[in-house]
Structure formats: C-alpha cells, structure tokens
C-alpha cells in the first residue's frame, strides 16, 4: 500500500496563481484532512472530510477550497495565492475510531508551496 | 480562544537527561492522541489515549491522560539522539472527528 499521497513535492506560485494539491489514499479511509505548517509552527487544520461528498471547515479556512468525490481523493484549491499562503501543506486521513474517538491519522510527505 | 495549550514549545536536553511534554485543555476530552515529527518529516501517530487516569509505555516513553481528562502528558527517560524532533498532542478540540494540534514541544538532545 501506498498510503497517502500528495503531489506535487514542491511548487512556487506567482501572487494571484492558482493550483490544486492533490492528496489520494488507498487504505479505504473516511476521514481525510488538509493541514498547514508554517516553518517552526504547529499544524493549523484547513478543511476536513468524513467522507464522499462531505467536506467542512478547520481552522484556517480561508483562501481555499475543497471537494471530495471519491473516497480516495481529496484535492485542496489555492484560488489567487498570497505570500501568506507560502507553507508546507500536509494531507492525512483516519479510519473511525472506536466508540467514537478519533482514529489515527495516517500523513502524507507534504507539499511544499512558495508564493514570491 | 485557546483552547490547548502545549509547553514547553522548546527543549534542550544533555543525552540520557529525561524529558518531559504537557499538553493542557480548556475542555474535557474524549480522547487525546500524541505524534512525533522528525526534522523535515511528516507527524508519525505515538499512541492514543481514551480513558481517564490511563498510563501507557513504550519502550522509553511514558504517555499519562490526567483524571479529568484534560491534561496529557509524554515523558521520555534517557533521551537519545534519535527522540529528536517536534512532539504534538492532537485531540477533538473543534469537535468529533475535526482533530487539531498543539502547537508542539521542539525536542533537542545534545550528545
């Protein structure tokens, strides 16, 4: 098994470009989640997901977008980047936990975006 | 507001000192998870905790949820170069299933 997925490793952006990180799991997962890390930060939830066709809002929601239509994939949109946005973003999924506890999240490797 | 509060953010320790991470919420639990990020890594899931006054060790590491569940804590005895990195507490703070973080404890171990 793969895991979870993100591409691309790296990317600069141009101020007001737009691009999706794409982020795929094979381990049949309900929940998916898109974080963001700021250098020497902690990780700030962007958007997550309980499952196909669901997605609602973390805590930094602003300036993205999210779908999920399949239960693999998880793609998050930068609509017209800012420099605020230069970060490493980080993809991860869960299965249920028991007796309704979180499960353990499974991470991808990150993306790293650079808005100049 | 803050609803976790994880300290010390920094720590440096000699080779073989002890460490210790505490993780602190405003809102009682229903269950806490605790990860570790190596330099220029993703966060690696440790170990989950769910009930009251529950203690769990791995090999060097000691993971305490307090009595009212609303503290945490991870304890490393004998620290070794390897347990560098960043440790986080990750729970429902936003709600079931909506896990966030602790802004994390930047571990360095000095040989």
């Known amino acids: 098994n793969a895991g979870v997925t993100q591409t691309p490793k790296f990317r600069i952006l141009k101020i007001g470009q737009s691009m999706t990180l794409q982020c795929t799991q094979d381990?049949?997962?309900?929940?998916m989640y898109w974080y963001r890390q700021d250098p020497g930060m902690g990780l700030k939830l962007i958007y997550y997901?309980?499952?196909?066709?669901?997605?609602d809002k973390g805590e930094v929601p602003n300036g993205y977008n999210v779908s999920r239509s399949t239960t693999e994939d998880f793609p998050l949109r930068l609509e017209l980047a800012a420099p605020s946005q230069t970060s490493v973003y980080f993809c991860?999924?869960?299965?249920?936990?028991?007796?309704?506890?979180?499960?353990?999240?499974?991470f991808g490797e990150g993306s790293r975006l650079t808005v100049l | 507001g803050q609803q976790v509060m994880q300290i010390p953010q920094y720590q440096h320790v000699q080779e073989g000192e002890d460490f210790t991470t505490y993780c602190n919420s405003s809102?009682?639990?229903?269950?806490i998870q605790w990860y570790k990020q190596r330099p220029g890594g993703h966060p690696v899931f440790l170990i989950q905790?769910?009930?009251?006054?529950e203690v769990k060790k791995q090999k060097r590491l000691t993971f305490q949820f307090g009595e009212a569940k609303k503290n945490s804590s991870l304890h490393i005895t004998a620290t070794q170069t390897t347990d560098v990195g960043t440790y986080f507490c990750?729970?429902?703070?936003?709600?079931?299933?909506?896990?966030?973080f602790g802004i994390g404890t930047k571990l360095q171990v000095i040989p």
């Open positions: 991860a999924s869960s299965y249920p936990g028991f007796d309704s506890n979180t499960g353990e999240l499974f």
């Open positions: 381990m049949n997962h309900n929940y």
């Open positions: 997901s309980v499952g196909a066709g669901i997605t």
């Open positions: 809102t009682t639990l229903s269950n």
């Open positions: 905790l769910v009930k009251s006054g």
């Open positions: 990750a729970g429902p703070w936003g709600g079931y299933q909506k896990v966030t």
